[in-house]
């Protein structure tokens, strides 16, 4: 049966990869993006967030049958806490009563695999907390400090994200509603976002030594579409609070037995 999807970041990479995909199958696919997309809004700011539900609202008819909480960027500055989590959770939250009308509804944030490395305990307390500001004024302090210390931004925001969707899954606004809420933690992926790592063999080789992925190495966005398209289709209707790595096996080589 055809479906609704919001999927956002849907001009490049991951989002459009599984755009096209759920469009292949017959769904119907609302993007949303800076521009180029069916909803164009920046995320990164409040006015974006809520021009985000306002626009979906009009264009679904007051329904959709599944989230794709995807849009977010890399780069080692302070946008990145304003992408990455707040506009990620504003959009899950944002779109979330547009779910109630549809009979299996789905919800899935894309995090990473940069969430198992260590955060900056600063930033990530101010992202548990919900406070923007004090999250920005610390992202403000990572991206003027440089170096390794802004490189801790993203997989800050992402580690972030994961607990927040954790924390959120099981609670009566989601589970409670119906509603399965999932996150993916992608290894590497060839997207836009990481051309400068994958299109030598020399960068390849480098970034394979920080994301250790001995199944089949570098992979493909529309890999990662099948699996986003699953989880947030009627099938799935029993994985609460996951974040499944889809990562060539970073996951089982960085954590190993720490956990299960
Ligand atoms: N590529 C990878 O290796 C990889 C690995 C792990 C996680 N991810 C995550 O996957 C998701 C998709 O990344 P990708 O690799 O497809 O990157 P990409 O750069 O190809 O696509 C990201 C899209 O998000 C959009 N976007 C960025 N900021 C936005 C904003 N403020 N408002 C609205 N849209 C915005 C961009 O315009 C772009 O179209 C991101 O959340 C990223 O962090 C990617």
């Known amino acids: 049966m055809s479906r609704t999807y919001v999927v956002t970041g849907a001009a490049s990479g991951i989002g459009k990869a599984t755009a096209e995909l759920l469009v292949e199958r017959g769904h119907r696919v609302i993007g949303v993006d800076l521009r180029g997309s069916d909803v ?3 995320l990164a700011t409040e006015q974006g967030r ?15 049958d599944a989230i794709i909480a995807n849009a977010g960027i890399a780069t080692p500055t302070a946008a990145t806490v304003a992408v990455n ?6 959009t899950l939250t944002g779109l979330r009563p547009l779910l109630a009308g549809s009979a299996a509804p789905r919800a899935v944030a894309t995090a990473s695999m940069a969430s198992l490395y260590p955060p900056d305990d600063a ?5 548990l907390a919900g406070d923007e500001a004090a999250a920005m004024a610390r992202g403000a302090e990572l991206e ?6 802004a490189n801790l931004i993203y997989g800050t925001t992402k580690r972030a994200l994961a607990l927040w969707i954790r924390r959120n899954a099981a609670t009566p606004d989601w589970a409670g509603a119906g509603i399965p809420l999932n996150a993916i933690a992608p290894g590497v992926v060839a997207t836009p976002m990481t051309s400068a790592y994958t299109d ?9 030594q920080m994301v250790p992925m001995p199944l089949n190495g570098i992979f493909q966005p529309r890999d990662v579409a099948y ?3 699953w989880l947030t289709s009627e099938e799935n209707a029993h994985l609460c ?10 996951d089982a080589v960085i954590r190993g037995d720490s956990t299960w």
């Open 123 to 127: 930033l990530l307390e101010a992202l």
């Open 241 to 250: 609070g996951q974040v499944v790595f889809i990562d060539g096996g970073s």
């Open 50 to 64: 809520s021009g985000l539900v306002t626009q979906v609202a009009e264009r679904s008819g007051g329904t959709i």
């Open 40 to 42: 164009n809004v920046d």
């Open 144 to 149: 003027a400090a440089g170096g390794d210390l």
């Open 227 to 229: 699996l986003l398209a």
């Open 200 to 208: 030598t063999e020399q960068a390849r080789e480098a970034i394979l």
């Open 85 to 90: 989590y707040f506009g990620t959770v504003a």
